[in-house]
């Protein structure tokens, strides 16, 4: 009886809840880590895919991909594009948060609206925003060109950095939504007693936002950017879809790249070695992510 | 009355199940049939007529193809020579599924890894090569008289003399020109690379550029450039050379001059063709199968199909699908199927609903009148030759496709371009 | 209460106006596919474009409904019922697990953390080929139950670090309460904190279930059969081979859109109030 008591310890229960979870997780994504990480020490293409023995011939994919020019440059953009992206979509989000929490009369409708760029499939969304970016026929050009804002079109797809940020724009769009949601979210947790007394002992708006808004939305914020983060850092559709990778590779992102040789150039070994890479990194943020967030926590 | 027919199909079944598993042996379809007929002596004709359908499907082995066009007109065409043949004999039962293009490398590879593949696949005729090296082909050497195939269809699918598959169909690319537009400008039809870029000059407008040819940066991309390189006297394994440099300079020469638009980099060869049915584009590289959608989108569009101007020589590149059988899968059924697929008469009843030209070079030489659009391109496979075949080829097709979208987009030039993809080709065929 | 005060008078028409030109800024894309979709490919590639269709094509509409093995109701129907699931298994599984890591401080906690993070970084290139063969295996290839277990592989994660904030902010004299009043652990869950969490319960039931309405690589890879093909899958009737039909393509992205829509304007009531609503009332 006793041990039983401390086995059902007050927070060794908690694990229960998140076993089913965690073991889903496991069974579905578990395998293909292992699978993946044996991979990438092999010298898996065509030829011995299904037959013929694989190799295990340890870092040589990984050395192999640090001289290779396109590997380094779908780095490069990977972390340039997810930065970019983050900062802008998560201010965006975050102040139109701030904005729709006003209770004026169009505020609800219009949050709920501004949700629908979620709703398409992030393949059209990126066609999309190739017809709009598009040289000759694109509205954006067109619009520059009436403001006299630019006197020749502009080629966004077809020259490497305007490029890029064709992809960054097209990435805030969507991203916009997912962190004024979250965020919106979030506002509702933060009890308005708080804002009641900060106003009777006088702080103002500013005071109030840096003083109860931000720290009590600091776990919301913390979880929006990490997701985001993760979301952005392993973008592929959006990309596929509208340079697949070009002009001339300056576009390529780790995870199209990794498909790119898996899938189009039978080099499975390669392939899930840059995945892996892909894979470090966002696990080093992740450690951190998880070190900052129960650093306060009492244990 | 609904459940009951079910009720009798399930019993049916079950009973067939254990029969087969039970003797094995000759008779078995007689005797279930009878039980069936018997629970359904109250007499519903349309219960019995289901139960003996699902007997014949039963006992036939199923053949899976897949394939990857998405018009339906194909799917249709397609499919009826498939429902033919299943009425044709009681021994097989085809079915067709599809696989959307940008998918059908990805689902060849994941069903190699997971052993999940049909028995027969149409598939692109550059990959083939690559499929034999990775061993899911069944070697059907002998199988089918090929002779009287074009060599360069019958080389993409044989390696180390063992032939991999039948050529469905075959097509090359040739130069359409919008015949209104060059009449305006007083311009004869261009035969050479010089005449095509002063011809293009002066097709050249603020709304219409001269030239348009599909530069996106894989294998569609490098469909439409070796005929350049290739028509220097280059090859697809040397282009650090003269020609091959000669090739870059022109298509960037092309660009810079302002008479072909750097988009061309974004457009799959079905843009190039919406763009030039929309009047943006006078003159396009582009294959045969755009005729159906060109003469249905835009009836009124005069437009005529040459040789693509030559530079040394006049070339062209082939394309089209395969068949290919899958070893460990219904060979005999595979097989069986293609014999029939392959017939004259079901070859000219495919290629015809799919305006492709066969590849058959007997039955393709009588394909056209002398008038249609197509015969250009009958004309133009003499010049055409097959991308590889070889399993590496990917690589080799990366290498020449970046190395012209480089010339394209200015970030290299020429003979840098050129040293870059020789670089890469020499590491991947030595 | 100051944040919560109802915006009057001219503020009111201030911020109002304000809202409708953000609207109109961030919803134009959407315009302009509305419009693209009405207009004629000749009009599409007008130059200088055009902004309302000046000949009305409905064409692109028709074609929606049925091309070749494409069904669009039907697909309708598939997405809709592998949405649904993967959902319900994202809700079900997710909502504990998140209570479990913000209430409970079990060793392998941030392990746990750590590997729901993990989880959710694998790009595509990586899954698909071993979450194939897993699904072979179980007999569930070529069937909606492998879209619906791949998708809910999204939301799962997503939820859990959603709504672990949610039950941590949830104050504990809450629950002690609970027990007070003859509450059990896992009766005070479901009673009190679930009612409280409900805006991110929503919210995470949203999204899991937009992941899986987007989602186009595991329906494509899973499920073989046409007739099985979420209305994803429909967009390949309208990009390839033939280039891009830019009418056919944008009309399929205001179809998508609606049913969705519809949705959520027939379930605003409760999604609104629910991720509006003060969540801590303690």
Redesign the interface.
Known sequence: MKKHKKLFR?????????L???L??????G???I??IVLSFQDVN??N????TKNFIMFENYLELFKDDVFRTSLANTLKYTVLCLIFQFLIGFV?AL???????????????????????????A??????F??????IN?ILRSLHLISKNI?W????GTAMFALVCANI?IG?P?NM??I???L?????EL??SA?IDGANKVQ?FFSITLPLLR??IE?VL??GF??T??V??LVYVM????????THM??TY??KL?????K?SK??AV?NV??VI??IV??F??KA??AG??? | MKRKKWIALLATLTMMTGVITGCGSSGETQETAEPAAEEESSGEEAAVEETEETASAEGAEAVTIWYYWETEGHQVALDQVIQEYNASQDSYQVTAKYVPFADFKKQLSIGASADELPDIAILDSPDHASYVDMGIFEDITGKFDVSSYYEGTVNSCTVDGKLYGVPFGVNCLALYYNEDMLKDVGCSVPTTWDELKETAKALTTDNVTGLALCSVQNEEGTFNFVPWLWSTGATSYDINNENGIRALSYIQSLIDEGVMSKECINWTQGDVMNQFISGNVAMMENGPWQIPTMQSEAPDLNWKVTLIPKDSEYSSVLGGENYAVISGGNVDGALDFLTYATSEEKVKFMMEKFGYISADKTIAENQFEADSPYQPFVEELNYAMPRGPLAEWPGVSDAISLAFNQVITGTATPEDAAAKAQETIDGIVK | MEEEKKVTGRNNILFSAAAVLILCVLLFPLYWALITSLKTEQEIFQNPPTFYPHILNLKSYAAQVETGDFNMFRSFGNSFLISLGATVIAVILAVPASYGIAKYRFKARKLMLLSFLVTQMLPVSVLLTPMFIMFKNMHVYNTWIAAVLADATIGIPFSVLILKNYFASIPKDLEEAAYLDGCNRFTAFIRILIPIAKPGVMVCAIFSFLYAWGDLAYGMTFILDQEKRPITAGIFNFMGQYGTKWSYLTAFAVVTIIPVALIFIFMQKYIVSGMTSGAVKG
Not at chain 1, 188 to 192: F, Q
């Open positions: 007050y927070d060794n229960v908690g694990i229960l809840f998140v089913p979870a965690f889903y997780m496991l069974i579905f994504v395998y293909p880590i699978r993946n065509a030829g895919l299904v037959r013929g139109l904005f729709f929490s006003k209770r004026f009369s169009l505020a609800k409708p219009v949050r709920g609206i501004l949700l629908v760029p979620w709703m398409i499939p992030v393949t059209v969304t066609l999309m925003f190739k017809l709009l598009a040289t000759d026929i694109g509205v067109y080629e797809l077809t020259t490497p769009w916009i997912f949601i979250l919106s979210t979030g509702t947790t933060i009890p308005k804002y009641e106003s109030t776990p919301t979880s990490i997701l993760i979301y850092f392993k592929y559709d340079t697949s990778g070009g002009p001339v590779n300056s780790l995870s990794s498909y898996s899938f189009e150039m039978f499975y392939g899930s995945a892909l894979l966002l696990l992740g450690v992510y998880i967030t129960t926590e009492e244990e």
